[in-house]
C-alpha cells in the first residue's frame, strides 16, 4: 500500500501548485495536451490493443469491448473535449458572498478547486482524459482508478498527459493513475481520506453501491435512473407520444432514459392503444398492471418491474387514479433522478413539481434532457443522485468548493 | 432493527409533510414548541435530574455532567433559541439559478429542503430542542440519536416537542428520538441509507471518527479544530498580543480555539517576552520548539504536540524563517478549520488567504469568529471541516439542497 500513499502525498503536493495557476496557464495546458493526444494516437491505439485483445481472449461482452476500443475518432474526440474545457469560465476565484459584520470584519465566500478528487470508473479509456480535463480546469488534483481491462490504454493516455503538462512546466501530479489492478489497492484507496478530499464512482450501480459501502472519503453517488414519465389526465397526447417514444428509444443505456410510465385511468384508453403501436415499432416491451392489461396486450408488471433500471427495449406502466397517487408511486420507486409530467393542467404540474424527490423534474418534456450539455454547463463529470453537494448534472462549479477569507484590523471576540 | 425501519418509514413520511409547510406555519409552530418547553419546564427538570443521578453514581466527570444538567434557565435558553429560529427568513423556495435553453426549456434550480437528516451527538440535552429547531426551519425531517447518558432528559424534550407539534397539526414525526442505547442500534442507524439523506455528528473526535468510519449515509464532519495563529515578521505587536490571548483563552474548550502559534523569527525577540507574561497571568503553559527556547524559558515542543486540538490551557509555539514555512507548517498539521495570520503586509497577508487550506483564513483577527452567530448567520448547526458542500459555519442554508424544474412545450431530445 505504500505505492498508494505516495500517489496520496503526491496529490496533495500537487493541490498547492494547482491553485496557484491562472486560468490561462490552465488553458494553455490542456490546449498542449489535446495536441499531444493527438500527435500519440498511434502509440495510444497500439496501447489500447493490447486491452482489446486481452479482453477478446477472455470472451468479453461485446458492448464492453466496445466501450473499451479506442479508434482515431475516438482519440480525436478526447482531444476535443479537452479544448471545449479550455473554452470554459473558470470557476475557481468567484466570490460567492460578501459580508459586512458591524464590528468591522469583513468576510469573504470564495470559490477554491476542492483539493484533491479520486475517481473510480469502468474500462472506459475516454473517461480518462475526460476526467482529468474537468479536475484540472477546476484546480484540483486527481487520481484515477479505471476498470482494470483498460490499463494499458489508460496508463498510455496518462503518461501523454503527464508529459505534455511537464513540457507546460506544470505538475506532472495534477493526474496520477493507480497501475495495481488488485482489489484490495482499490478498496484502501477508498480510504485514503488523509489525502483525498471527493470521490466520484462513475459506472454501474455495483460499481457505485461498493464505493458507497466502503469509502471513508466523501462520496458523490452518480448514475443510476429509474425514471418515470407520469401521463395526466390533462396530458396533451399529441406531445405525450413523442415524449414517451423519445425519452425510452432515443438511448436506452443511458442513465436519463424512462424506464417507467404511471398513466392516469381517466386517460388510458386513449392513449394507450395509440403509444402500444409506436412503442412496438421501436420493439419496445411493455409491463403492464391489470389497470393497462385491461386496454392492451402485454406482459404484467410484478412490484420489481416498477423498481428496475432495465437499459434496455423494455418499459413498465402502471395505472393510477390521481396525481396523489402517481406522485406517492414515483417516490417510492424512483431514484431521485429525473421524473416528467405531461400535463397542461398547471396546478397539477405545480404539485408534481414540488412534491416529486428527484435531481430534476420535467413538466412537457423528455427526461433525456438531465445532462451537463444539455442544461448549458458545457461539460460533465456525472449525474449526481444524492442531495449533498451537488444534485443532477456536475459540471466544474461542482468540482469546487469555498473558503471564507475573514479581513480585520485587530478584532477579538468579546 | 425494526423500531429503526419504522423511525425511517415514519420521517420518510414526514419529510413530504414538511416541504409543504408554509413558512408561517413552521414559525407559528416553533414559538409553540417554546412555549410548551417553558411550560413543561419543571418536568423536564424532573426527568434531567434521573439522568444526572445516573451520572453521578457512575462517576461521570464534572465537565460531562455540566453539560448534562439542565437549570430552568437553560431550558429558557432552549426556548429563546427557537425563537430566534423563527425569527430568520427561511431559506426553502429560493430561485437559485434559471436557465432559458435555445430549445425553450425553462430551468429552475431551486432551494429545497434536504429530507431526513440524522443527527448524533453526545449527552447534551440542549441540542436536542436546537436541532430540532433548525432542521424544523429549513423543512426537514430529523431522527435524533443523542448521548445514552441524557435518555430521560432527551426522552422528555422530543415528547413536549411533538406534543407541541401535534397540536399545531404537524405531523409530530418532524422529530423522532433513538431510546435505544445500545451501540449496535447506533451502528445501524448510520447505514439507513434508505431513509436519511445526511448524517451530522456533532461532538469530540472519537465520535465523528466513528461516524465517518461506519456510516453509508452522506456525512458532513464537523469540529475538530486544531487552529493556528502566524506571527509574521511584518506583524502589529500591538494587535497581536490581545488576539492571542483572546483566541486561546476566551473559552479554551471550543473548536476555534487558537492550539498553536507560528512565530517569524525575526519577530520572536520582541513578541516572545511580552506574550509570555500574558499568557502566563491566564495559566497557559507554552511548548516551544528551539528558536522559542532560545527567547524563553518553556517545554520543548513535541511533533506529538503540533498534531494536537490541547482544548485546554497549553498552547504550541514553532518557530519559522519565512511565510511559505509558516504555511506548509500549517496546512501539514491543521485539521482544515480557522487559521490566522498577523501581519500588516498586505501581499504576505494574499498569500497566506490563498494557500492556506482551512475553511476560515484570517487576517489581524481572532480564530474565535468562526462560528454561525459571528458570520451574522442566526444560528449553526456546527462547524463543517470538510470541503463537500459546506465548509465552515452551517447555518440554515446549509441544511438545505437544491432541486431542478424544468417547463418544456414537448421539447424531445434529438
Not at 245 to 271: P, Y
Not at 294 to 319: F, H, N, R, W
Request: with cysteine; charged share 25%.
Amino acid at each position: 500500500m505504500d505505492v498508494l500513499i505516495q500517489l496520496g502525498k503526491n496529490a496533495v503536493e500537487a493541490k498547492f501548485a494547482l491553485q496557484e495557476l491562472s486560468t490561462a496557464q490552465k488553458d494553455h495546458a490542456l490546449y498542449a495536451v489535446a495536441r499531444a493526444l493527438r500527435a500519440n494516437d498511434s502509440w495510444i491505439l497500439q496501447e489500447n490493443a493490447k486491452d482489446i485483445e486481452k479482453g477478446e481472449e477472455k470472451g468479453m461482452h461485446p458492448g464492453l469491448l466496445d466501450r473499451l476500443r479506442l479508434t482515431s475518432d475516438r482519440i480525436e474526440g478526447m482531444a476535443e473535449g479537452l479544448e471545449q474545457i479550455a473554452m470554459l469560465p473558470d470557476p475557481i476565484g468567484e466570490v460567492l458572498e460578501t459580508i459586512e459584520r458591524p464590528n468591522g470584519l469583513r468576510i469573504e465566500k470564495r470559490r477554491v478547486p476542492m483539493g484533491v478528487i479520486g475517481m473510480i470508473y469502468e474500462s472506459r479509456p475516454n473517461v480518462t482524459a475526460d476526467a482529468f480535463g474537468l479536475c484540472f480546469k477546476s484546480g484540483n488534483a486527481v487520481i484515477l482508478k479505471g476498470g482494470s481491462d483498460a490499463i494499458c490504454s489508460n496508463q498510455a493516455i496518462t503518461k501523454v498527459i503527464r508529459d505534455a503538462l511537464k513540457e507546460e512546466g506544470i505538475t506532472e501530479d495534477a493526474v496520477q493513475l493507480i497501475t495495481s489492478t488488485d482489489r484490495a489497492v482499490a478498496q484502501e484507496f477508498m480510504r485514503m481520506k488523509a489525502y483525498v478530499d471527493l470521490l466520484i464512482p462513475r459506472g454501474g450501480a455495483g460499481l457505485i453501491r461498493s464505493v458507497v459501502e466502503n469509502s471513508t472519503i466523501p462520496v458523490i453517488e452518480t448514475g443510476t435512473g429509474n425514471c418515470h414519465i407520469y401521463v395526466d389526465q390533462d396530458a396533451d397526447l399529441e406531445k405525450a407520444v413523442p415524449i414517451i417514444i423519445n425519452a425510452k428509444t432515443q438511448r436506452i443505456g443511458v442513465c436519463n432514459a424512462c424506464e417507467s410510465l404511471v398513466i392516469h385511468e381517466a386517460i388510458k384508453e386513449k392513449l394507450l392503444p395509440v403509444l402500444a403501436k409506436a412503442l412496438e415499432k421501436h420493439h419496445v416491451e411493455i409491463r403492464g398492471d391489470e389497470g393497462v392489461q385491461q386496454v392492451i396486450g402485454c406482459t404484467p408488471a410484478s412490484e420489481e418491474d416498477y423498481g428496475k433500471e432495465y437499459l434496455d427495449y423494455i418499459i413498465s406502466m402502471k395505472t393510477v387514479s390521481s396525481v396523489e397517487e402517481a406522485i406517492r408511486h414515483i417516490n417510492r420507486y424512483n431514484t431521485r433522478h429525473s421524473e416528467a409530467i405531461l400535463t397542461e393542467n398547471k396546478e397539477t404540474a405545480e404539485k408534481f413539481l414540488n412534491q416529486v424527490d428527484a435531481a430534476c423534474v420535467y413538466v412537457n418534456a423528455s427526461t433525456r434532457f438531465t445532462d451537463g450539455f444539455e442544461f448549458g454547463f458545457g461539460a460533465e463529470i456525472g449525474i449526481s443522485t444524492q442531495k449533498l453537494h451537488a444534485r443532477g448534472p456536475m459540471g466544474l462549479k461542482e468540482l469546487t468548493s469555498y473558503k471564507y477569507r475573514i479581513v480585520g484590523t485587530g478584532q477579538i471576540r468579546e
